[in-house]
């Protein structure tokens, strides 16, 4: 309905954020053959980028890239996922104070923890990107903990899990999922309880993720 609307009255630019939007909401859900092409009932990824470059705003290319991260993170295309976060970075200034940037920065330091190449000098770039995300959220956390508080603690966890504390990971996703249900980040916590499974999985306690994973699903 907002798409039709913002069409009716010519607002191209803010039209486009729009159709991003939309589209990814139909691709998580499901309704697109592939999940992670912005392309199916809204219309063509090729194109939707085109008008976008054609737009020359950066933020609506920072959208872009940063649903196709979030798209290929959620579907476990972790390389392409990685690849969509270095686009989206470029493109950040365009959307300096808004709630996407916080994801950006979130979604950022999951990508880069999830795929472990097994190179030590890989590890340690990954690494210095999380912290200096998370300083960004640490600040963030200070000022408004019911947005940013459990996010941090889900990347802390993460960052343990790779490193293989297994015990301080566990704590720190518990944390996250109850931090996530406490102030209604539904999508969150269910994303901390799918992580918090593939630790414990990780760890060898196959009955222990078994009931992680019910609770993400």
Not at 13 to 21: A, E, V
Request: net charge negative; charged share 15%; hydrophobic share 45%.
């Amino acid at each position: 309905a907002y798409c039709h609307a913002l069409e009716d009255l010519q607002q191209i630019k803010t039209l486009n954020h729009c159709h991003i939007f939309w589209q990814t909401v139909l691709n998580w859900l499901g309704e697109t053959e592939d999940p992670c092409v912005l392309s199916g009932e809204v219309g063509d990824e090729e194109s939707l980028l085109q008008r976008l470059i054609d737009a020359r705003g950066i933020s609506g290319l920072h959208y872009f890239y940063l649903h196709k991260l979030m798209l290929c993170y959620g579907f476990g295309e972790f390389s392409q996922a990685i690849a969509h976060a270095a686009q989206a970075r470029q493109y950040l200034a365009g959307v300096t104070g808004f709630v996407v940037e916080g994801m950006f920065y979130f979604y950022d330091s999951l990508a880069a923890l999830a795929q472990d190449t097994g190179e030590p000098s890989g590890a340690e770039t990954v690494f210095q990107r999380v912290a200096e995300n998370q300083a960004i959220l640490a600040h963030w956390a200070q000022h408004a903990p019911m947005n940013y508080q459990h996010r941090y603690c889900l990347v802390e966890a993460e960052r343990y899990r790779r490193l293989q504390d297994w015990v301080t990971a566990m704590d720190a996703y518990d944390r996250a999922i109850a931090l996530a249900q406490e102030h209604g980040y539904l999508q969150d916590a269910a994303l901390a309880y799918e992580l918090a499974a593939g630790c414990y999985l990780a760890w060898g306690k196959p009955i222990i993720a078994q009931a992680y994973m019910v609770h993400a699903y």
